[in-house]
């Protein structure tokens, strides 16, 4: 699994040569920020979920800013963000709405038509407290736990193969 993951994940020459990342190059380059390690890996994918369900734009910057700041695995965090695309965006937000709605007590009964520019304008006041919370909320418990189940499948999955060469 670790070697599909390492296939899927950008190297270190495909961030810096991306566009939206060559501010930071000269932090890319230090080697610890692509190491495999069970740390930098659960922080990287953290940070990706948490950027991805949170905010709507320039996330694979933002992760890996965050990523640069925080010593996580960057191309991990870069590709944690694409949780959010165009298939899983809107049911993600509708999920998010009607969790933020039901925690704040707004009314889950705002429509909203998204073809319909003046719509979305007029509403923005009433579904904008309820998305951000409902994204927050998402946002928090998915970088939880997706830190603390990769930690502890680290740990049972070294555990093991320690195990196996150990002699009887």
Not at 50 to 58: E, K, Q, S
Request: aromatic share 8%; with cysteine; net charge positive.
């Amino acid at each position: 699994m670790i070697q599909r993951l390492r296939a899927l994940a950008p190297s270190r020459t495909q961030l810096e040569a991306n566009p939206w990342l060559r501010g930071l190059a000269p932090y890319l380059a230090d080697p610890k920020l692509c190491h495999w390690s069970r740390r930098g890996v659960a922080m990287g994918v953290a940070i990706g979920l948490f950027i991805g369900f949170l905010i709507p734009l320039a996330q694979i910057f933002l992760a890996a800013a965050a990523a640069v700041f925080l010593r996580a695995n960057v191309p991990v965090a870069a590709a944690g963000t694409l949780v959010t695309n165009p298939i899983t965006v809107a049911p993600i937000y509708y999920a998010a709405y009607h969790l933020g709605a039901w925690v704040t007590g707004a009314s889950a009964t705002a429509t909203v038509s998204l073809a319909d520019l003046a719509s979305i304008g007029a509403n923005i006041g009433t579904i904008g407290l309820p998305l951000f919370t409902g994204l927050a909320i998402t946002a928090s418990s998915a970088a939880i736990a997706s830190y603390l189940l990769i930690s502890q499948a680290w740990v049972w999955r070294v555990s093991a193969k320690r195990r196996e060469r150990k002699p009887i």
